[in-house]
Each structure stands twice: as C-alpha cells, then as structure tokens.
C-alpha cells in the first residue's frame, strides 16, 4: 500500500443518476461502479449518491438517512475500499442523535473513515439537514492529503482556501450541481490555492419534490496549474480517471519569487 | 451628475501598449483615449500605464515615479474626469517619502480623489516597490460603489471578498497581466462575490530589463452571475463599454434560499 507521502496517484471520479428513494439499488450501481473502475487510488462519487437530492419532506429524508458509524452505506464503502485497495468517498444523508446533515465519508483501505458534515447548505436542503458544525476535514490517505467538500460549498472561496491552508493536495467534492456556474469556477479553486480539485457530479432528475430538479454531470479532474485533466459529459454516466502528480500541490511559489500562502496579507483583509 | 445610489452606470476599459519610460507619451496616448472613448460613467485604464512595467533596476523606477498629491498623473486624470464627467482608475508608480509603491488612482468629475498601493506585488516588483500599507478601499463614486484591485491581487480570493463584503458593486483592476489565468478566474470572483469585474490589462512587451515582457490583453468585463459582457482581443488596443445594472450586485441571494454572505460561516474557516 501507497504510504501518505506517495507522489503519483490514479483518482476517479463516477457520475451516475441516482434514482431517488431507491437506496438498495443504488448502493448496488455503486458497488457495480467502484468495482469494474480501473484501478486508483480515490475513488469519489457524488453527494447523496445512495437517497437522491430532492427530498418532498422531512420524513422522506428521514427515513433514507443513516448512521455514519454503522449505516449500510458505511459497511458498503468499508469493503469497497478494501477491495479496491482505495481511498474512497460517498455523500449521504446522516441520521445523527441531533437530526440529519448533508455528509460524505471518506473510508480508506484499512477501514479507517471521516465523516464531513456539509458547511454551506443549499436551498431547500436547509428544511432538512442541520447544516456543519466541524470545520471540513484534511484526511492523510494513501492517496495523498485529501480536503472535503460536497457541492455548495464551492461557492464560498473560504471553504476551499481553509482546506488548503492545512496542508490539502486534493480538494475531493461529492456534488449534485444544478446551477451553471460551479464546474468553471472550480478552475480558480484550483489555481489560487494550487491543489487539484476533484468534483463528481451526479446526473438525472429528480421529481419526488414535485419538480423537475436537474443535475448537470460534468464531473471533472483540474490541475493545480488550471488544466482539465478528465472531464465527463452532462448527461451520460461516466468514469473519469487522471493520474495527479502531489508534487505540483505542494509547490506554491509563482513567478519565481511569490509564494501564493506567504503572500497572502491577513491584516488588510476586513471583514472576512 | 449621477448621485452614489444610480442604478444603470456605463463602465469602459481601455486597453492600450504602454511604452515603457516614455512617460508624457502615455500621458498622451491616455488623453487621446479617454477623451475619444464613448461616453461612460467609470473608464478603467491599466496597471503602471504612464511608466511601463518592467523596469532594469531602481533607479528607473524611481525616475518614473510621481506623488499622488500632486504628479502630472494626478493633475492629467483630474482633467480628463470632469471634461468627461467619469470615474477614471488609472495605475501609475507611486513616489512617497517612505519609497515606492505600485500604486492606482481613482478620481471622480469633482476632483476628489482616492489612492490604492498594491497589497501583493508580482515577482521583480518587489524589488522597487513596498507593499500595500492599508486594506484596498471601497469608493462611493458616482459611478457606484467601487472596490480596487491591481492585477496580481486578483489571486488571493480575500482580496475580492473583502472589498465585496464592505459593499464593492463594481471590482476594477488595472492590470499589466502576464500569467494564462486571470481572465478565466475572474468569472469566479464575479460570480463568488457577486459582483462586476472589470480588468483592463495592458498590451504589448517590455523589453529594457534585457527580457521580453508580454502582455496579454484581453481586457474584459464579466457580469455578477458570470456572463461577459465585454472583452478586447489580446493584441490590440481596444476600449470595451458594457451597461452595469448595479442593482444585479446589491443582491446576494441565490436559489431563493441562501445568501451569498449571510451563508459564510468564518467560525469554520481555520487558517485563514
């Protein structure tokens, strides 16, 4: 197994629809996914990826949520990642003592897991989920130093420069996009904060809530640098695969004589 | 005389090939231009256009640099902003007792006048010039409410959100760009921040610190949710003009739910 420091790595990311409610047939997709990927070391599937998005109330939610500890998404993604000897990270809905979050968790070979509880939550979302109380974790993997995300908290250019700051190589968002805007904005996350970004989006629609609720694919891999490195289609399932030098993550200076952390001036920042 | 509260404004940038050291030359070509442009509420001109950019060594910084108070610079953009009734931003290096800054001016019709120092400066320019002394101001001018940002500042996102969480509508930088991607990531600043940005970059090359600088162009103004407005090529000078509905800025919410800044949640974002 790749230790932390491992330069190279192979990431995924698997876009799919996910049919809403249906949460044994899409654990099984996602089973079926994860196992005929070519191998990588990360392996990231979209937010929600096992209730679909679109919740009609808060019992629908309820009832499709589950514990991180020892939900049957956990179990699944436990042996998922074992078997692929991958770092892996899913979105689901979290039952907690306190009520539900937006989470992704992110499960490695050996089992070991983090949980992530969605910071920025989106529109009606807000109805259900009880929105992050943690900051976004950096998790040491065997496939590098790995920064979380889930879908609207691309928004908030804090969010992604928090990760960074402690160290992130590798910003990994699980995302179920409906806006136009978030795949080309991920462009500057990459660039002022020199880290890859890793977004897998879902596909397909969602009509539980009443309406038609769109989600836009376009899963992509982007450099550090701003390159493209693997993008997927709006409207197709996909498996997108880039092998992701860390050595670019880690090097900050421009130009020669900038480092974009050191540069930063916090003292003339007000109101951040 | 359009009051701090007008809605509709009509934004400009000029483009043009500074010549380096030739300062009463780019005096004139700037008149030339702001008094031939068409008729505009803010007319945004680049980064150190009186100057030129790439100086050998100090002392030619030093030659070429003015007082803010009371320079040729000063006393030229004054005329120009009451004979065109405008808002004009122009870069020029700045001469204080304490030493040099790379520094841009904003006048308004009435004489009134604000200054910037450049808070990161890019590579050999730390060489000449001291960084920014004070936050970047937030300018109520008849042309809106205007935050100020010169070229390499657009990398750090604090830099945009800051001015954009003290009220800025309109984002305006001068620019003497060099890099591939300031351009693609000011849809990202617009967008995160809501708000306009206006870039007018330089074209042209330097060439008396015994390299080829290249400018690139493509001077653009780009809306609060993304769209462009108005872009120039990158290798000729152009003036680009585009209507800004200011009000399209004063509102942060999206989706119906969220806000932009009352979404942020600082309490979560260490390191920054």
Chains 1, 2 share one sequence.
């Not at 929600?48 to 679109?54: M, R």
Request: hydrophobic share 45%; glycine share 6%.
């Amino acid at each position: 197994m790749k230790g932390p420091c491992a330069v190279k790595i192979t990431a995924a990311c698997i876009q799919f629809p996910v049919q809403f409610a249906m949460a044994d047939a899409n654990r099984a997709v996602m089973a079926d996914l994860v196992g005929s990927a070519p191998q990588a070391d990360l392996l990231v599937l979209p937010e929600l990826a096992v209730s679909g998005y679109d919740f009609p109330d808060l019992a629908t939610a309820q009832s499709l949520a589950e514990s991180f500890e020892e939900g049957p998404t956990r179990r699944l993604v436990t042996a998922l990642a074992a078997e692929r000897n991958a770092t892996l990270i899913v979105g689901y809905a979290e039952q907690a003592p306190e009520g539900l979050y937006n989470s992704c968790m992110l499960v490695m070979p050996d089992g070991a897991a983090v949980n992530y509880r969605k910071l920025h939550l989106f529109n009606r979302e807000q109805r259900w989920f009880l929105p992050g109380d943690k900051p976004a974790p950096v998790v040491d993997t065997p496939a590098g130093r790995i920064g979380l995300l889930v879908c609207f908290d691309w928004f908030f250019p804090e969010a992604a420069r928090s990760l960074a700051l402690r160290g992130a190589q590798i910003l990994a968002q699980p995302a179920n996009l409906v806006l136009p805007w978030c795949q080309r904005a991920m462009f500057a996350r990459s660039v002022e904060n020199r880290v890859f970004t890793l977004t897998a989006n879902r596909i397909g629609t969602d009509t539980a809530a009443g309406r038609e609720l769109c989600f836009t694919g376009q899963s992509q891999i982007v450099s550090p640098h701003g390159e493209t490195l693997a993008a997927a289609p709006s409207d197709a399932p996909a498996t997108i695969t880039a092998t992701l030098d860390l050595a670019l993550a880690d090097d900050k200076t421009v130009a020669g004589e900038n480092h974009l952390f050191e540069n930063r001036r916090p003292e003339f920042y007000p109101g951040l």
